[in-house]
């Protein structure tokens, strides 16, 4: 079956500036947490660029880097008082653990959506038997072509097939010789 991966965005916005967003996000969080008094802690809100990543990311190293990213940015104020692992109490360690866990977490929900929407993308845009393009997708995907070639001033051609009466086959030999006839 066709995979329909190339999906130009999953929400509207395209996936590598969202990442970008997202990591630009980060590092703006992390200057604000820095300059913000200490009584003040931006932590939960490392979660959100870090879910943008997650969704958007096609490569698992990009969305392994934000998590590593998020986490050390969520614990700066440790790592920046001249604290060393050895040195931390047991309930530092615990808070460590609990927003890495909670980045965790919410960046396996990101990643389970986007898998999802791919998915649904996939389930929208081709026939489930032949795997081809339905088309809704098929009219798209010919439409974006036609404008880029238009664009470079290229010849094209465009090959559609139509099977008539092949509500026979299915009338005369069933659904079941029909479906292996389409396939």
């Known amino acids: 079956m066709m995979q329909v991966n190339n999906v130009e965005s999953l929400f509207g916005v395209k996936p590598k500036i969202a990442v970008l967003l997202g990591f630009g996000l980060l590092l703006l969080i992390v200057m604000i947490d820095v300059l913000s008094p200490d009584d003040y802690r931006l932590v939960l809100l490392y979660l959100f660029p870090a879910a943008i990543i997650a969704l958007n990311a096609k490569s698992?190293?990009?969305?392994?880097?934000?998590?590593?990213?998020?986490?050390?940015?969520?614990?700066?104020?440790?790592?920046?008082?001249?604290?060393?692992?050895?040195?931390?109490?047991t309930i530092e360690i615990l808070n460590i653990l609990i927003r890495f866990l909670a980045t965790l977490l919410i960046m396996w929900l990101a990643r389970s959506l986007r898998r999802s929407q791919l998915r649904v993308n996939l389930l929208a845009n081709t026939d489930s038997l032949t795997g081809l393009w339905n088309r809704r997708?098929?009219?798209?995907?010919?439409e974006q072509a036609i404008a880029r070639l238009e664009e470079a001033q290229e010849v094209f051609s465009v090959a559609l097939i139509d099977v008539n009466d092949f509500k026979?086959?299915?009338?005369?030999?069933?659904?079941?010789?029909?479906?292996?006839?389409?396939?």
């Open 168 to 183: 026979k086959i299915n009338d005369v030999r069933g659904h079941l010789v029909g479906d292996q006839a389409l396939t």
């Open 60 to 89: 698992m190293k990009v969305v392994i880097a934000a998590l590593i990213i998020a986490t050390l940015f969520e614990n700066y104020f440790l790592f920046g008082d001249g604290y060393f692992p050895f040195y931390f109490t």
């Open 137 to 142: 997708w098929a009219r798209i995907m010919i």
